[in-house]
């Protein structure tokens, strides 16, 4: 690849890799989860081009061409990878496709202890080689503009979709693995942490400028079973994560959906920053874990529905809510809905950067 | 009705009301949410001969006979009215259906405003009539085997189902409501709270001997949300519920599923004992809110599906959790699912009053 060989520009907004490492900013930097999706009508038409979601996310000029689409728009401060959460699963051979209108699925599911014994960590050049190619093709295209997130599916959110075969209400096919077969359930959130952290490293090498692990399902165990499995799998994640390369801090954030009342565990991972959901004031979260590490968060993404003065209204209150000093990075407490207007999220992008003036010195 | 006229024999078995009230028992009581459900086949048979859901509902004589069909079987400490949480909103004339496969439905849905400025209160008796006759006729039935718990859901879950029309995942509609028109919303709060509350009277009055809100979908709001909309509402109700008859105390208990974060809050609304999800560790529930009210809770569903002995070991897990001294409540997190075996119910009603006989005195 060309883009291996070039020299890579400096960061000319490093906003988010500082707040991310607590350190002082001019304003509240902000991205959006999902920013590279469906609300944008310039996505729907490559999205259309592409033919299938697969394509999309396997083909690198038109996941690097998502991925900048927002950041012509919107003056975000941050770019993520255009890609899926559940590659590794399928780059593990299980088929991954998406049927029209419904969510993700896999040709194969995990059926037996058996199963789970065949799993290998795929190497990510030679089997994730399209998501590599990719994160390289848009950190060469940024130009220096912003950082690049790379990122990756937690392992027992990888899990619930493997065993289930696609999406669950209530889990219960993978929940009956960790109460029937501990031993086998230990094993792949083993391998799927391995396999997530060579991911993530092989990102970062590309030349991913902070990574982010998506814990969507986390939320739905118990608080014995999400230390057990889903956060301990996290933390053998960070514990093997590339933290700095050629002098430069690679941060990585760890979102769980529903972990609220569990962020002091997350926080002791020893990760920079922790993703929050709407559900949490994240005054309170700063009481709980600010002292340890970033902040990401929290808009209900159902605000962005509402008009565009409710939109900053409900802005200001979150960064209110923060308040003075370093470690926020603003966002949705989740990803933003295919039907909300593009000119909100200029609204919102504007209103974060204006009002927070004021928390920085 | 004749049940109206005959005094209602003394309660043989008080350990629910006992527990809710935080006094001694002789080991802890256990009930389970949707205990008259689909997993029995004898419901099933009963479903059937009802035609449709709201049929079953709505007669008396075989809302009575499902109630009391988890009673034959399992040394269950309370019977709960079998109804659903949307009997108030069809009541106000929105016409609610289950369409077979889905969740329940409305003809018509909140549209404006001015949709929920008609909003009246049902009368109990005129409208919800059949409640009534359902909740005298079961505490007929029950001779004072255990207690009756009457039930309603709360104003922000009805609101969810009356504004979507139906069952959401984002609740786009109703959250649009709170952000851009908080008059409407708290008009729309007020008009339901004072509706559940008058039906939950009248349910005691009818002879519920503790009374349980549902509110199955608080957890969806943001913090500030929670408190401004949900929580307020059900304070409103806390606060008008008849909390004693005839010298006996009535316990109220509330139900935030997802509510973790906001347990304090909901322990200050005065309620006799809070319910909990499964996300959460019952003793830090117990050392947040042990000292103000009784728990009731939590083991996760899903538990149900694994194996008898596993079922056991949980419930074990959850009693020492728990541990010494008075105000807990065995449950479930959540409603049983229809594919359990009712063998592993029995497993598990057995379980925690063996196992919990150490933890009284």
Same mark, same amino acid.
């Given at each position: 690849?060309?883009a291996?060989?070039?020299?890579?520009?400096?960061?000319?907004?490093?906003?988010?890799?500082?707040?991310?490492?607590?350190?002082? *900013?001019d304003?509240?930097?902000?991205w959006?989860?999902?920013q590279?999706?469906?609300?944008?009508?310039?996505?729907?038409?490559?999205?259309?081009?592409?033919?299938?979601?697969?394509?999309?996310?396997?083909?690198?000029?038109?996941?690097?061409?998502?991925?900048?689409?927002?950041?012509?728009?919107?003056?975000?401060?941050?770019?993520?990878?255009?890609?899926?959460? $559940?590659?590794?699963?399928?780059?593990?051979?299980?088929?991954l496709?998406?049927?029209?209108?419904?969510?993700?699925?896999?040709?194969?599911?995990?059926?037996?202890?058996?199963?789970?014994?065949?799993?290998?960590?795929p190497?990510?050049?030679?089997? $994730?080689?399209?998501?590599?190619?990719?994160?390289? =093709?848009?950190?060469?295209?940024?130009?220096?503009?912003?950082? $690049?997130?790379?990122?990756?599916?937690?392992?027992?959110? =990888?899990a619930?979709?493997?065993?289930?075969?696609?999406?669950?209400?209530?889990?219960?096919?993978?929940?009956?693995?960790l109460?029937?077969?501990?031993?086998?359930?230990?094993?792949?959130?083993?391998?799927?942490?391995?396999?997530?952290?060579?991911?993530?490293?092989?990102?970062?090498?590309?030349?991913?400028q902070?990574?982010?692990?998506?814990?969507?399902?986390?939320?739905a165990l /118990? /608080?014995a079973?999400?230390?057990?499995?889903?956060?301990?799998?996290?933390?053998?994640?960070v514990?093997?994560?590339?933290?700095?390369?050629?002098?430069?801090?690679?941060? *990585?954030? =760890?979102?769980?959906?529903?972990?609220? =009342?569990?962020?002091?565990?997350i926080?002791?991972?020893?990760c920079?920053?922790?993703? $929050?959901?709407w559900?949490?004031?994240?005054?309170?979260?700063?009481?709980?874990?600010?002292?340890?590490?970033?902040?990401?968060?929290?808009?209900?993404?159902? *605000?962005m529905?509402?008009?565009?003065?409710?939109?900053?209204?409900e802005?200001?209150?979150?960064?209110?809510?923060?308040?003075?000093?370093?470690?926020? *990075?603003?966002?949705?407490?989740?990803?933003?809905?295919?039907?909300?207007?593009?000119?909100?999220?200029d609204?919102?992008?504007?209103?974060?950067?204006?009002?927070?003036?004021?928390?920085?010195?």
């Amino acid at each position: 690849m060309q883009a291996k060989m070039s020299a890579p520009p400096a960061l000319k907004n490093d906003r988010l890799i500082r707040a991310l490492l607590r350190q002082p *900013v001019d304003q509240t930097p902000i991205w959006i989860m999902r920013q590279a999706g469906r609300y944008l009508p310039e996505y729907r038409a490559v999205r259309e081009q592409a033919g299938d979601f697969m394509t999309l996310c396997s083909t690198p000029d038109l996941a690097c061409e998502v991925t900048l689409q927002p950041l012509r728009r919107f003056g975000l401060d941050a770019a993520i990878l255009f890609s899926d959460i $559940l590659t590794i699963p399928d780059a593990m051979g299980l088929g991954l496709y998406f049927a029209e209108g419904e969510g993700p699925k896999f040709k194969t599911r995990l059926e037996s202890a058996a199963d789970i014994a065949k799993l290998r960590a795929p190497d990510p050049e030679d089997d $994730l080689g399209y998501v590599m190619d990719a994160v390289r =093709l848009i950190r060469q295209e940024l130009k220096g503009e912003v950082p $690049l997130i790379g990122f990756a599916g937690s392992p027992w959110t =990888l899990a619930t979709y493997m065993i289930e075969g696609g999406g669950s209400k209530t889990f219960a096919r993978a929940k009956a693995l960790l109460f029937e077969d501990p031993t086998a359930a230990h094993h792949l959130m083993h391998v799927l942490a391995d396999s997530v952290a060579a991911y993530l490293n092989a990102q970062i090498e590309a030349g991913a400028q902070a990574v982010m692990v998506f814990d969507s399902w986390g939320g739905a165990l /118990s /608080s014995a079973h999400y230390k057990e499995y889903s956060l301990a799998a996290m933390q053998r994640i960070v514990d093997q994560l590339i933290r700095e390369k050629d002098g430069v801090k690679i941060p *990585v954030t =760890l979102f769980t959906k529903g972990g609220g =009342l569990w962020l002091e565990a997350i926080a002791a991972t020893g990760c920079d920053a922790v993703g $929050l959901d709407w559900t949490i004031e994240i005054a309170e979260a700063r009481r709980r874990i600010g002292n340890k590490v970033a902040l990401q968060g929290n808009m209900d993404p159902a *605000v962005m529905a509402a008009s565009s003065s409710t939109v900053c209204h409900e802005a200001e209150r979150i960064l209110n809510s923060f308040g003075h000093g370093n470690g926020h *990075v603003f966002n949705l407490g989740h990803g933003i809905t295919p039907d909300i207007d593009p000119d909100k999220v200029d609204a919102l992008v504007r209103q974060v950067h204006q009002h927070s003036r004021q928390f920085h010195d």
